[in-house]
Each structure stands twice: as structure tokens, then as C-alpha cells.
């Protein structure tokens, strides 16, 4: 996703709930979102920089699952910054 305007805290914290919702949506049971364990912004998200979601399950149990979300930033100078936003 390129960041062609100004993007607040909230529309991030969405993208992020939307790919750990596909990630999770691939296990056969109905699922939704009922907490987020921790979110951790380290480096802001600015004009122009490219952000890449990758969401993955990592526990599952019979009535729960764990999905940790990663995401990748690259900005304007070419240069990459990891974040880390577990779910």
C-alpha cells in the first residue's frame, strides 16, 4: 500500500485488523477480532512511503487463535524500516 496522504494512527490500526482478519479466515471456523494484545509504533508512517502487511496465525487452540501481524516500511529515501505490530 503507498501512502499518498496523511495517514493517522486509527487507518493504520484498521489495516492492520483487516490482514490478521484474512490471515485468520483461512483456519475453517468462524472468526472475528476480540482484542489487541499490544501495538507498538516505532517509526511514523508518512506521505509517500510504501507500507507492506504480512499477517500469520502462530497459535491456535480449540477455542482461540493467535495472529501477529508484521508490516514493512519503506520510505522516500529508499531506505527500509521494520515495525513490528503484533496483534
Not at 477480532?33 to 507500507?51: A, Q, R, T
Request: aromatic letters at 6%.
Amino acid at each position: 500500500m503507498l501512502i499518498t496522504m496523511e495517514c493517522p494512527w486509527s487507518t493504520i490500526l484498521k489495516l492492520v485488523d483487516e490482514a490478521a482478519f484474512v490471515a485468520a479466515t483461512s483456519m475453517p471456523a468462524k472468526t472475528w477480532c476480540c482484542s489487541m494484545d499490544h501495538i507498538e509504533f516505532k517509526h511514523p508512517v508518512c506521505v509517500g512511503d510504501l507500507l507492506k502487511l504480512s499477517a500469520g496465525i502462530y497459535y491456535v487452540s480449540r477455542t482461540s487463535m493467535d495472529v501477529e501481524v508484521k508490516s514493512i516500511r519503506k520510505n522516500k529515501e529508499d531506505r527500509v524500516v521494520d515495525i513490528v505490530l503484533p496483534v
